[in-house]
């Protein structure tokens, strides 16, 4: 084994280690959470779930300034109905899926406002561009963890998702609505 | 009571049993609109499923939805009329096509219900509620469930298509009485001269 090899192996092995580590970060129940994209078209409002989203949500009620919130969602897992629609909106014009697998969540800043209630500012980066975004959510105590719920709307011009000829039919904005179930750990 | 009596009360029930001549003009209109409504949702439902997804494809899956609810909706007075007004008894002709006349009139009804109740559930299934005009929002029949709205959309096709052969036996029907036989049958169906509305 040549000194190249053995080196290659071990940046291998702590890249495997790194990820591995990232994903146990994971703590959100995705089985009990839901991340659902309301888009309308021509008056129509249709439900859209992200299938496949994962991150860390660390939340301590005693301590909210110490909040955070991470997400990544795969953006090639939206569901809008029928597959061939689905297949359609990871092309190019739309999420770009191959080119921008995961859009994702990060918090700057929580803070709390009446009882349960928060605002979760961070940066929203769908498509390779970034926006700061602020999240009015709710928690709530669940058996084995904390429910965070809320919604917000995006523009899909603002991060260039679909081509403007769609503009007649379907609407810019799209409502983003979650419930996000993390354990306490 | 005498029998001059009873003659006149014989007479009267003739009077309400026997069937009228013409189809009022509220039937004959409702027969044209749901006629003409029929052809343009099948051609659409045809021509939009065959173009590659654009702006103009959603917006014809949104007219063919449109004029499914309004087939619906007339289908459904329309029923009502004919419940409550005694349609014309069919021309003299031979028993079998007695029968088939009634059986693809029979047929023509339950696919006027069936087909736009079967197009609503498919998009229901599908994740698309439907509003109406793009201003009236619909109760979802089903819920979203992509197994359904697989079998949902079989039988909205498979009814298209027996929907295509019964018109098509229907209007050659109605030809080869007006062209063959040369008898009233079409006729009434155009006549807009009713004495009754």
């Known amino acids: 084994m040549t000194r190249t090899t053995r080196l290659c192996t071990m940046a291998l092995l702590v890249a495997a280690f790194a990820l591995t580590a990232l994903a146990a970060d994971n703590n959100i129940d995705a089985a009990k959470s839901t991340l659902i994209a309301t888009f309308k078209q021509e008056g129509v409002p249709v439900d859209a779930p992200f299938k496949t989203f994962s991150g860390r949500i660390v939340y301590d009620p005693a301590n909210v300034a110490a909040a955070s919130a991470a997400l990544d969602v795969d953006t090639a897992s939206l569901d809008i109905g029928d597959d061939a629609y689905s297949a359609e909106v990871r092309k190019k014009a739309w999420f770009d899926s191959a080119a921008f697998p995961k859009a994702t969540f990060r918090s700057t800043a929580i803070k709390a406002g009446a009882a349960g209630h928060f605002d979760a500012t961070g940066t929203l980066t769908v498509k390779g561009k970034a926006l700061t975004v602020t999240v009015p959510l709710t928690t709530q105590n669940v058996a084995g963890g904390t429910a965070f719920d809320g919604s917000f709307a995006i523009s899909r011009k603002a991060f260039g998702i679909g081509d403007p000829t769609w503009n007649d039919v379907l609407d810019d904005s799209v409502k983003v609505r979650f419930h996000l179930v993390s354990s306490n750990h | ?197």
């Open chain 2, 1 to 197: 009571m005498n029998e001059q009596h009873i003659g006149i009360a014989v007479r009267q029930r003739i009077a309400i049993t026997r069937a009228p001549e013409h189809y009022t003009r509220t039937a004959v209109a409702l027969h044209w609109t749901i006629a003409g409504l029929v052809i343009c949702g099948f051609t659409l439902g045809w021509v939009m499923t065959e173009l590659a997804i654009s702006p103009l494809k959603l917006r014809m899956y949104n007219w063919h939805k449109w004029i499914g609810i309004t087939v619906l909706s007339l289908a459904a007075v329309r029923g009502i009329w004919r419940l409550t007004h005694t349609a014309p008894a069919l021309l003299p002709m031979p028993g079998w096509q007695r029968i088939s006349a009634h059986g693809l009139h029979g047929l023509l009804y339950v696919i006027m219900f069936l087909q736009p109740l079967s197009g609503w559930a498919y998009s229901n299934a599908v994740g698309y509620p439907i509003v109406y005009l793009g201003l009236v929002p619909l109760p979802n029949l089903v819920s979203k469930d992509k197994a359904l709205a697989h079998t949902l959309l079989e039988v909205h096709e498979t009814v298209a298509w027996i929907l295509a052969v019964a018109v098509a036996l229907h209007a050659l029907a109605a030809l080869k009485h007006h062209f063959m036989d040369r008898d009233g049958t079409l006729k009434r169906m155009l006549s807009w001269r009713s004495s009754r509305t």
